[in-house]
């Protein structure tokens, strides 16, 4: 069957790898044989194609099976009774090793699809389900006033969330404005598109003399945002802290937020008993509608213009489908 390798910086091709195969007995209790029918990458899946992980230098080549875990597909073999075979599902594969046609994974790593939901809203209830356990982390938000820093994929799916949970004013900021296109529609009121002192004028602007309550990092891995996040919000306000920072940063504005009184929180890791089911269930129900986001899709075989799209957002591209063979 075919498998994703990244050999080299931004380089990764097709290759032949063994099909998977449950483990016998004891050792296969609770895992399923999945088949991946459509795949959706994510920013998380950028640093090992573009070589630096939390200021890391990636080694290549990289596993097979990176880097891929939004996918929908169907189980075609199971050690677990609550699973059985041909039952429709999200699976997000161990260490992001999912760039297969086929894969071993565990059924408590599982979502279940609504049957009469399609695989390309489907798999969206992944990123989204990591939005919804970063905004249970927050107060109320009825009435509040938020900025959201970076404006993709996960930036208006923090949009489309605090639309619904009653945020008063939702302003969505990013130096690139094609982003900046689909902002309103997810959710935002204003929309700002600078970045430094300019963005915090126009954020003061918009707020009459004000400060947001709560600013949210959704920037990413490259960029350290948490200093802007602190400039921009009020007294005693709150900084989520979503995209994942490097391991180290130089200059981190903590006398600032100290001085600040600000509340800095951080989130990672939801529930699969809980947040990511939360998610298929708001986007079942129309809640939330994310169809606009699906701005690519490509066939496995052509997985290297997929990477390159989506890295260097061309054509205002936002979320990349991947189509699988068995789909």
């Known amino acids: 069957m075919l498998g994703g390798e990244i050999t080299a910086c931004r380089e990764i091709h097709l290759i032949d790898v063994p099909e998977p195969k449950l483990p016998a007995g004891a050792e296969g209790d609770g895992l399923v044989l999945f088949q991946s029918s459509l795949g959706c990458l994510c920013g998380s899946d950028l640093p090992f194609y573009d070589g630096e992980f939390e200021g890391h230098a990636i080694p290549y080549p990289q596993p097979p099976g990176m880097s891929l875990h939004e996918i929908a597909g169907v189980v075609v073999e199971s050690h677990a009774a609550d699973w059985p075979a041909g039952t429709r599902v999200v699976a997000v594969p161990d260490g992001q090793r999912g760039l297969y046609e086929r894969f071993v994974v565990s059924s408590e790593q ?184 699906l701005t690519h899709r490509f066939p496995l075989a052509e997985i290297h213009d997929a990477f390159r799209v989506f890295r260097d957002r061309e054509d205002g591209a936002q979320k990349v489908l991947v189509d699988f063979p068995c789909g």
């Open 110 to 293: 599982l979502i279940a699809v609504p049957e009469e939901l399609s695989n390309e809203k489907a798999l969206l209830a992944q990123p989204f389900g990591t939005v919804l356990k970063a905004l249970s982390r927050l107060p109320n938000m009825i009435g509040r006033d938020v900025v959201v820093l970076g404006q993709g994929p996960i930036g208006q799916m923090f949009n489309a969330g605090l639309r619904s949970l009653g945020a008063r004013r939702i302003i969505g900021i990013d130096p690139i404005s094609s982003r900046l296109n689909f902002s309103h529609a997810m959710g935002a009121t204003d929309v700002v598109c600078s970045t430094g002192e300019q963005a915090a004028e126009e954020v003061e602007r918009i707020l009459e003399g004000g400060r947001p309550d709560v600013v949210i990092e959704a920037v990413g891995h490259l960029q350290q945002a948490f200093n802007a996040a602190v400039r921009l919000v009020r007294k005693e306000g709150i900084v989520l802290l979503f995209g994942v920072p490097p391991h180290t940063s130089d200059g981190v504005a903590l006398h600032e937020a100290m001085w600040k009184n600000v509340t800095v929180t951080t989130s990672i890791h939801p529930s699969f008993k809980t947040m990511f089911p939360l998610a298929m269930q708001w986007i079942h129900e129309g809640r939330v509608d994310f169809d606009v986001l």
